[in-house]
């Protein structure tokens, strides 16, 4: 539980990652995609929900499909701008799903909820479920079965996790691998000697957002010491955790409909993942010179990067105008805009050769 402005409560989902991948690839690979690495895990979700008089409870979600015109913030002749997938624009009706929900059938309902509203996240929780190893990752992640509307509330949860599962079986020791849709997966060479991603907690940026509560789930603990924390992984499990933080959005934004009278942090969770890949980045341009050359010339990691963040925008230009899926979410755009972190994206984008 934490406290801000108002209550809420943070329903933080067992992180997973394992330490577990490898290879090395660049480009594209797999059902498409770049190649090439970084190590690492423990993902995690962190959502939060307030309701109209303060009161909490976990998370939730939206959807639809669309045409949105690009968004400013991609560069619509490079990898970020050009990415496109295909969205559910509408919001086909749950009632008759709902009608007939029983706990007992939870998986199914699941099924059937992502497959009308955001078929890229039953995609990615089929996969899960199917190659997977540690058990049933619906079962896992969502909670209350009692009721129908409190499914609908726990699948942003679900499929975040159960991707942070599907890219966890999809990697290996040396390389990480990222499935961004059916036909996209990224497997790049992981980087055994990235810096901790805790290290950022140490820059200029930190203190402009001192109620970060996401820094205590990723960006925890000395990365000096013998113990294992979230904040220990390098970039690889950096960007594993906007890549889930994207698809979290995305599940929120296609079940829009149903969060009720909830505020959400949809966006808030994206939106400082992409904070934090600004900031890493910056770090390692200015500190950690043999990091940012292995990230910056690897074209697995330069597109991944990209391809992320033009994504993030837009599912976020989706929700840009929807004030319940957000909390601090124009705070936190703010803080992602600064022209000199913006540089750090123009950089990847001129190191891919866009003009
Ligand atoms: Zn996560």
Same mark, same amino acid.
């Given at each position: 539980?934490?406290?801000?402005?108002?209550?809420?409560?943070?329903?933080?989902?067992?992180?997973?990652?394992?330490?577990?991948?490898?290879?090395?690839?660049?480009?594209?690979?797999?059902?498409?995609?770049?190649?090439?690495?970084?190590?690492?895990?423990? $993902?995690?979700?962190?959502?939060?929900?307030?309701?109209?008089?303060?009161?909490?409870?976990?998370?939730?979600?939206?959807?639809?499909?669309?045409?949105?015109?690009?968004?400013?913030?991609?560069?619509?002749?490079?990898?970020?701008?050009?990415?496109?997938?295909?969205?559910?624009?509408?919001?086909?009706?749950?009632?008759?799903?709902?009608?007939?929900?029983?706990?007992?059938?939870?998986?199914?309902?699941?099924?059937?909820? /992502?497959?009308?509203?955001?078929?890229?996240?039953?995609?990615?929780?089929?996969?899960?479920?199917?190659?997977? $190893?540690?058990?049933?990752?619906?079962?896992?992640?969502?909670?209350?079965?009692?009721? $129908?509307?409190?499914?609908?509330?726990?699948?942003?949860?679900?499929?975040?996790?159960?991707?942070?599962?599907?890219?966890?079986?999809?990697?290996?020791?040396?390389?990480?691998?990222?499935?961004?849709?059916?036909?996209?997966?990224?497997?790049?060479?992981?980087?055994?000697?990235?810096?901790?991603?805790?290290?950022?907690?140490?820059?200029?940026?930190?203190?402009?957002?001192?109620?970060?509560?996401?820094?205590?789930?990723?960006?925890?603990?000395?990365?000096?010491?013998?113990?294992?924390?979230?904040?220990?992984?390098?970039?690889?499990?950096?960007? @594993?955790?906007?890549?889930?933080?994207?698809?979290?959005?995305?599940?929120?934004?296609?079940?829009?409909?149903?969060?009720?009278?909830?505020?959400?942090?949809?966006?808030?969770?994206?939106?400082?993942?992409?904070?934090?890949? @600004?900031?890493? /980045?910056?770090?390692?341009?200015?500190?950690?010179?043999?990091?940012?050359?292995?990230?910056?010339?690897?074209?697995?990691?330069?597109?991944?990067?990209?391809?992320?963040?033009?994504?993030?925008?837009?599912?976020?230009?989706?929700?840009?105008?929807?004030?319940?899926?957000?909390?601090?979410?124009? @705070?936190?755009?703010?803080?992602?805009?600064?022209?000199?972190?913006?540089? @750090?994206?123009?950089?990847?984008?001129?190191?891919?050769?866009?003009?």
């Amino acid at each position: 539980m934490r406290n801000t402005s108002s209550m809420w409560l943070v329903a933080v989902g067992l992180g997973w990652c394992a330490a577990a991948c490898s290879p090395d690839t660049t480009g594209a690979t797999g059902v498409t995609g770049a190649t090439d690495a970084a190590p690492s895990d423990a $993902a995690d979700t962190a959502q939060v929900t307030t309701a109209p008089d303060g009161t909490t409870t976990a998370g939730t979600e939206t959807s639809a499909e669309t045409t949105v015109p690009p968004s400013t913030l991609v560069d619509p002749h490079c990898i970020d701008g050009l990415y496109d997938e295909a969205v559910q624009a509408d919001t086909p009706d749950l009632a008759a799903l709902e009608a007939s929900y029983t706990a007992a059938g939870v998986r199914t309902f699941v099924d059937q909820v /992502l497959g009308l509203r955001y078929p890229l996240g039953q995609h990615l929780v089929q996969q899960a479920v199917a190659k997977a $190893a540690g058990g049933n990752c619906i079962d896992m992640f969502v909670g209350d079965t009692s009721r $129908a509307d409190r499914v609908l509330m726990s699948l942003s949860t679900i499929v975040h996790e159960c991707a942070h599962m599907l890219d966890n079986a999809l990697s290996s020791f040396n390389k990480r691998t990222y499935r961004i849709r059916a036909d996209l997966d990224f497997q790049c060479t992981r980087q055994a000697d990235a810096p901790a991603r805790s290290l950022i907690n140490e820059d200029a940026y930190s203190a402009l957002k001192p109620d970060d509560s996401y820094k205590d789930v990723y960006l925890d603990g000395d990365p000096n010491d013998n113990t294992f924390d979230s904040g220990d992984q390098g970039y690889d499990m950096l960007l @594993e955790e906007a890549v889930q933080y994207v698809n979290s959005l995305a599940t929120d934004w296609t079940l829009r409909d149903s969060h009720g009278p909830w505020t959400i942090t949809a966006k808030d969770g994206i939106l400082t993942l992409l904070w934090y890949l @600004e900031r890493y /980045l910056r770090m390692t341009r200015l500190e950690y010179p043999e990091t940012y050359a292995a990230l910056t010339s690897s074209t697995c990691w330069r597109q991944a990067t990209l391809t992320v963040w033009g994504r993030a925008w837009m599912y976020l230009d989706r929700a840009e105008d929807d004030r319940t899926l957000g909390i601090d979410d124009q @705070e936190i755009r703010a803080l992602v805009l600064d022209p000199d972190l913006l540089g @750090e994206i123009q950089r990847l984008r001129d190191a891919e050769g866009c003009d």
